[in-house]
């Protein structure tokens, strides 16, 4: 009896370090499913990445940690032009906090929709 408990914690024990992984798409598969490779526009993909990772209690109108605002159009603009936004998003160094603060980097596909977005000349659409 004295054994058959033994083994049942064993599996049991073996079972819950087996069952642990790192469950993140982009980890487990390279970064290379669901990447919109056809729309870098400002309003539909450009946007929605700033609003979703920076805007949030950061770098709002209202908060501006670091002195750095990213709502609107020409704030995320003027951030861009300085070379400040792709050096903070792509966590590289080079004298750039790492960006989003405290919250995992931004999928390979978001960095490379804004750095299209920047290379095609920032346009407001």
């Not at 599996?11 to 819950?16: G, K, Q, R, W």
């Not at 499913?33 to 700033?50: G, K, L, M």
């Not at 032009?81 to 919250?103: D, V, Y």
Request: glycine share 10%; with cysteine; proline share 4%.
């Amino acid at each position: 009896m004295k054994a058959l408990k033994i083994t049942l914690f064993f599996v049991a024990l073996v079972s819950i370090f087996v069952s642990c992984y790192y469950d993140n798409e982009e980890y487990l598969y390279g970064g290379t499913t669901n990447c919109d490779t056809t729309d870098y526009t400002f309003t539909t993909r450009v946007y929605p990445i700033i609003e979703n990772n920076c805007l949030s209690g950061c770098h709002s109108q209202s908060s501006g940690s670091g002195g750095i605002v990213l709502e609107g159009f020409v704030n995320v603009v003027n951030s861009a032009a300085s070379g400040q936004l792709m050096c903070t998003i792509q966590q590289n160094g080079g004298g750039c906090s790492p960006m989003p603060k405290n919250s995992p980097k931004l999928s390979d596909c978001d960095i490379k929709a804004i750095q299209t977005w920047i290379d095609n000349g920032s346009p407001q659409n």
